[in-house]
């Protein structure tokens, strides 16, 4: 399959691009639901402008605060300390004084929780101790970023590279069939194209920008088009659009994960 390359604007071309800050976006035939076929084959490498506002990511923490926790973690260190303890019996008896103490605290606290439902606890001017402690849960989303692009063709030209980059942007977002398959006896479908977007500087040669922030593999699980942004339709004498509106949603499918060992 020859590979797909365009470019928009115009002006975004390979001779001139070295004076212009750019996103390419790359596509890759998915293997499964996480992975493709490595560096190749690329299906398609579509460079175009950075809309604004666009520049723009996150990173979330997952956290709950959890009733106990503080006590329970405690009492795991303790036991730890019992299992490694080198310091002989009166080491140990330490480490049982520390867990009986957290025992009594936690049955303090029990009692403090029952009696707090009478009201009793909170008309005396005191609240029970749950010891909550807030608890990494882990990460549970992915990340997902959102390009709006606006296309105004100036020439026949640049309007079939809008409607072919458009067009392969579809394909790249749509399921794919096995060879030979149908919608009515494949039993299956297979999964749409991986992508890596990359934002490329004329500093660094057209590679990609170190100032800014690196999306991971993603996958496209939105597109809108819009024919007729204005509110007016217009086209040109050959029946093309004067302007399209083009909206992107890319999930990432891999997760996040710090440079910390």
Not at 103 to 120: C, K, P, Y
Not at 221 to 241: L, R, S
């Amino acid at each position: 399959m020859a590979v797909f390359s365009s470019e928009f604007p115009d002006s975004l071309t390979s001779d001139t691009r070295k004076g212009q800050n750019y996103m390419l976006i790359e596509s890759y035939e998915s293997v499964t639901a996480t992975t493709n076929k490595g560096k190749g084959p690329i299906l398609s490498s579509i460079a175009l402008y950075i809309p604004a506002g666009s520049l723009n990511t996150s990173f979330t923490g997952n956290y709950e605060g959890v009733a106990g926790s503080e006590l329970k973690a405690q009492a795991s260190v303790e036991i730890d300390d019992a299992k490694n303890a080198r310091s002989g019996l009166g080491g140990k008896m330490k480490t049982l004084e520390k867990l009986l103490g957290l025992t009594s605290t936690a049955l303090q606290t029990q009692t403090a929780n029952m009696a707090d439902q009478t009201g009793f606890v909170k008309a005396s001017g005191f609240a029970p101790n749950n010891h909550i402690s807030l608890l990494y849960n882990g990460p549970n989303n992915f990340r997902e970023h959102t390009f709006a692009f606006k296309f105004f063709p100036k020439s026949e030209k640049e309007s079939n590279k809008a409607r072919d980059i458009i067009d392969e942007l579809k394909h790249s977002t749509l399921p794919r069939l096995p060879v030979g398959g149908s919608t009515l006896s494949s039993a299956f479908f297979k999964a749409p194209r991986n992508h890596t977007i990359k934002f490329c500087s004329p500093s660094q040669n057209s590679e990609k920008n170190p100032y800014l922030f690196e999306i991971g593999k993603s996958v496209i699980t939105n597109m809108i088009v819009n024919y007729d942004p204005q509110g007016v339709v217009g086209f040109h004498d050959n029946g093309a659009p004067v302007s399209i509106d083009l909206s992107l949603t890319f999930k990432e499918i891999e997760m996040q994960i710090s440079k910390d060992g």
